[in-house]
């Protein structure tokens, strides 16, 4: 059954919405404004529980080190089971992740909680640009491409105010 966001694959390129790369862009900015509003206070946190110097760069660092791990699993999975599984597994993930910080009380959680919302992160960038490269002609992937990593750009200035 398909989905108004992610159609079929078996869709000709030409009959693909191509307003479901506008839907997916504005998901992708709200999922990523919470990554980039938490960036100003990742040390803050971390100096928070008495942690310094290097400690604080590995609280910074786990989202990033464990995002990268998600954007491989994230290529297997899509070619694996497809664009609708991982683009929502990754949505929840990422979702679910920032939920979690709400409930740290300890240095540990606060570094584990940094690596799994990462992951769900590196699950969701590759997810999301196969779906609006899906969505759209092969002579339009590039403009939705481009609006998708606009949209994250915007996230990226608009999060940290």
């Known amino acids: 059954m398909d989905s ?3 159609p079929s694959q078996n869709i000709k390129a030409k009959e693909r919405p191509a307003v479901s ?3 997916l862009a504005a998901l992708t900015f709200v999922a990523f404004l919470d990554n980039f509003s938490q960036l100003p206070i990742v040390a803050p946190r971390a100096q928070s529980f008495g942690s310094a110097g290097a400690m604080i760069g590995w609280f910074v660092g786990a989202y990033s080190l464990t995002n990268m791990i998600g954007n491989g699993a994230a290529g297997y999975s899509l070619d694996r089971w497809g664009r609708r599984t991982p683009l929502t597994v990754g949505f ?4 679910i992740g920032f939920l979690i ?3 740290i009380e300890t240095p540990v959680a606060y570094l584990l909680a940094r690596g799994f919302h990462g992951l769900g992160g590196g ?3 590759p ?3 196969t779906v609006a490269g899906d969505s759209v002609s092969k002579e339009s992937r ?3 491409m481009g609006r998708i990593g606009a949209t994250i750009g915007m996230a990226a200035v608009f999060g940290p105010l």
Do not use: D, N, S, T
């Open 21 to 23: 790369v506008a839907l």
């Open 101 to 103: 910080y709400a409930f």
């Open 4 to 6: 108004p966001i992610i």
């Open 123 to 125: 699950i969701l960038v």
């Open 92 to 95: 929840l993930w990422a979702g």
């Open 127 to 129: 997810a999301i640009f």
């Open 142 to 144: 590039g403009a939705a």
